[in-house]
């Protein structure tokens, strides 16, 4: 599934893939995969991007 809802918070926030990349310690291309729906972040991972973008976990992922 391609994920517009992560990509949609993000840009409300300003930040680049690079920047939200840098902050949950991954490479940007893993962003880009999880915004296109090439993979699926760990929700350890989801739960921190969720935080940084200040939104619920379920609001950006299905899972």
């Known amino acids: ?3 517009k809802r992560l990509k949609i918070a993000r840009i409300k926030k ?3 893939q690079l ?3 840098e902050m ?3 490479k940007e291309y893993d962003v880009t995969r999880w915004e296109t729906g090439r993979a699926t972040p760990e929700r ?8 940084i973008l200040e939104v619920k976990r379920w609001e950006v992922f299905d899972s």
């Open 1 to 3: 599934m391609h994920n």
């Open 14 to 16: 300003s930040m680049t």
């Open 19 to 21: 920047g939200l990349a």
């Open 24 to 26: 949950v310690g991954v």
């Open 44 to 51: 350890r991972i989801q739960e921190q991007i969720a935080s």
